[in-house]
Structures are given as C-alpha cells and as structure tokens.
C-alpha cells in the first residue's frame, strides 16, 4: 500500500526538542521531494519545509528556519523533522507530504502526528 | 512571500448545487496553483494541480481554472462527501503558502 505514516508526536515543554519521523512505503521514496505541512488546531495549512531527493537541498518557512532541520534516509525509506527550541506556537498536527514528480503538488500524504508545546 | 486569500471564507450549499471558490495570489504565479479537500479529523487530498489538472482518482465534478493571480475551484453538482474544507496552494515560488481555507457547510 501506497501510504505515509508519521511518528513521534507529543508533549514537550517550551525550549525543548523533539523528532518526528515519516515512515514511507508502497513508493519509489528516493525519487520524490518530500515536505512537512502544519497545521495548528482549528487553523489553516502552513508549508514547513522541503527537502530534495539525495537530501543535499533544504528549504524552510522563515518560522522555523534555524529551529527545525529536515533529513531524511533513503535506505530506511524515512523522513525526519528535527525540531528545537520549540515554542507554544509551534502547537499543530504535523503532515509529511510527497512532491508529486512534475507538477509541484502534494499527491500524498501522511495522517499527520499532534505536537503539543506546553508547560 | 505570495500571500494567497480566498473568498468565501466559507458558505452554505445543498446536494446538487454548483459551487465555486475563487483564490487570489498577491502576484503573478503562472499557473502554478493547486487545490486540496480536508475533512475534520483527516489529512488533507489533492484535488487538482497546475490550476485546471484533475488529480487521478478525483471526481470530474471537480474543475480548477484561471492563471496569474486569479483561479476558481468549482464543484458541479454538490455531493453529501464534498461538505469539507478546501484550501488553494502556490508552488510558484518559496515558501509555498496555502490560502486561508473555505469551508463548505450543508444549507
């Protein structure tokens, strides 16, 4: 199955860190860009970051830039998001999405995993 | 950064209606627009990319249009699955904002 699973979620206090993880399969990974997308509760999507195939090319949303690193590994078919110095504001569900190859859209995504950044 | 705005913010529909959302771009972006539905709970689903390209396995009631700065999403014939959220996207140039949301409520 064609499918994307996110990990590692949760609690964390203000200035902590915490790493989530994208689990793909069912897919060629290391052929696609892959992105992380937020979304605060109730709120709208925010692009977070991108990443390029080989992992040697990043981009991130001024609001994370310097806080958050994407990676990924292709062998271990997985996307990462480290993130630190986190702040309450960075509360939201957090998506990995797939580059659908060509068209500069987001074709598949992953259910999504809750950080809560709370005191 | 290319600010995108949508207007509805949200509306109130019956099965069977045609509905259209607009989505404006703060400047020029080709037509590099795509649209996605979210229901409550769920991630969000590509509908359609390069401003009019129906995603695979989408409904053909589903259309996008429009190119530069102004683009409609329209859903011919409104169904009971269709009552969601949708949101537009840029991809013309980093960071690749999304719109604010329309929700689509049943009247």
């Known amino acids: 199955e064609v499918q994307l699973v996110e990990s590692g979620g949760g609690l964390v206090q203000p200035g902590g860190s915490l790493r989530l993880s994208c689990a793909a399969s069912?897919?060629?990974?290391?052929?696609?860009?892959m992105h992380w997308v937020r979304q605060a509760p109730g709120k709208g999507l925010v692009w977070v970051s991108r990443?390029?195939?080989?992992?040697?090319?990043?981009t991130y949303a001024d609001s994370v830039e310097g806080r958050f690193t994407i990676s990924r590994d292709n062998a271990k078919n997985t996307l990462y998001l480290q993130m630190s110095s986190l702040r309450a504001d960075d509360t939201a569900v957090y998506y990995c999405?797939?580059?659908?190859?060509?068209?500069?859209?987001?074709?598949?995504w992953g259910r999504g995993t809750l950080v809560t950044v709370s005191s | 950064d290319i600010q995108m705005t949508q207007s509805p913010s949200s509306l109130s529909a019956s099965v069977g209606d045609r509905v259209t959302i607009t989505c404006r771009a703060s400047?020029?972006?080709?037509?590099?627009v795509n649209w996605y539905q979210q229901k409550p709970g769920k991630a969000p689903n590509l509908l359609i990319y390069?401003?009019?390209s129906l995603q695979s396995g989408v409904p053909s009631r589903f259309s996008g249009g429009g190119s530069g700065t102004d683009f409609t999403l329209t859903v011919d014939s409104l169904q009971p699955d269709d009552f969601a959220a949708y949101y537009c996207?840029?991809?013309?140039?980093?960071?690749?904002?999304f719109g604010p949301g329309t929700k689509v409520e049943i009247k």
């Open positions: 069912g897919f060629t990974f290391s052929s696609h860009w």
């Open positions: 400047q020029y972006i080709s037509i590099y």
């Open positions: 390069a401003a009019s």
């Open positions: 999405a797939r580059d659908a190859l060509e068209s500069r859209s987001f074709d598949l």
């Open positions: 990443l390029n195939t080989d992992g040697t090319r990043t």
């Open positions: 996207q840029q991809t013309y140039s980093t960071p690749w904002t």
